[in-house]
């Protein structure tokens, strides 16, 4: 995994194989395994560093007011909205545009139908407490139209769950090839394991990822955003967050 112009802190330790592991590229870049968890990678730059103290937790995040209500039926048109029912795209066989706010109550599957911002748009997604959010495919989301996001509606967050849930965990399992996952913003997903497998696949975060672990099988490359309202800051720094 390749990061630049942040740090990465873990909360539930490292381990890596082989020759894998971290390299956080930026000028003070930080590694940091929190909970004196478990500290152990091949090939980390700088090297991991341990701490008894636990992991930060993200900032407070304001939601933005829940849109109008929305039932989607089939079909590739996905207008913003609150969705009560889970909502999964096998119906649409090309292309979903994304716009605006987005409430999926019950859950989300994109079902490797190809996922992109509406040209000049932000997109930014709540998902339910404790309902599954899974991506595959061609995904290319980002909570900025192409200006700052600082101050507006959506505040950077291009995938949001709440801190505050119970013991429901899923899984992103996204494997084989044809797999482009790329997520522009702040992305907190605390009830979600990460796994990233097969060739050619590639996982790209621009502004921060809180997850609750990641299982890389594959490259990863993750930055900071040069929109400040994109990252998860802690303390004067940026921070790629792993739980």
Same mark, same amino acid.
């Given at each position: 995994?390749?990061? $630049? ?151 950077g967050m291009v995938v949001y769950q709440p801190l505050t849930l ?12 044809g797999n482009n996952i790329s997520l522009t913003g702040k992305t ?19 502004? $921060? ?35």
């Amino acid at each position: 995994m390749n990061v $630049s112009g942040g740090s990465v802190a873990i909360g539930g330790g490292i381990s890596t194989t082989n020759n894998s592991g971290i390299d956080a590229t930026a000028s003070g870049a930080s590694i940091t395994a929190y909970n004196n968890s478990t500290n152990s990678c091949g090939n980390c730059t700088p090297a991991v560093v341990s701490s008894s103290l636990p992991l930060p937790i993200p900032p407070a995040y304001t939601l933005p007011t829940p849109p109008g209500a929305q039932i989607y039926a089939s079909g590739c048109a996905l207008p913003s909205g609150t969705y009560s029912a889970a909502v999964n795209l096998s119906a649409c066989g090309t292309q979903v545009n994304m716009s605006g706010i987005y409430y999926f109550n019950g859950g989300f599957d994109n079902k490797g139908v190809t996922l992109a911002n509406l040209p000049g748009a932000g997109v930014t997604i709540i998902v339910g407490v404790d309902q599954p959010f899974n991506l595959s495919g061609s995904v290319n989301l980002n909570s900025s139209n192409g200006s700052s996001t600082c101050g507006t509606v959506g505040g950077g967050m291009v995938v949001y769950q709440p801190l505050t849930l119970t013991n429901t965990l899923y899984t992103i399992d996204v494997a084989g090839s044809g797999n482009n996952i790329s997520l522009t913003g702040k992305t907190q997903l605390p009830n979600t394991n990460l796994i990233f497998r097969g060739s050619p696949t590639s996982f790209i975060i621009t502004g $921060s990822l809180y997850a609750n672990s990641m299982d890389l099988k594959g490259n990863m490359t993750a930055s900071a955003s040069p929109d400040p309202c994109q990252n998860i800051n802690l303390s004067s720094g940026k921070a790629i967050l792993m739980q």
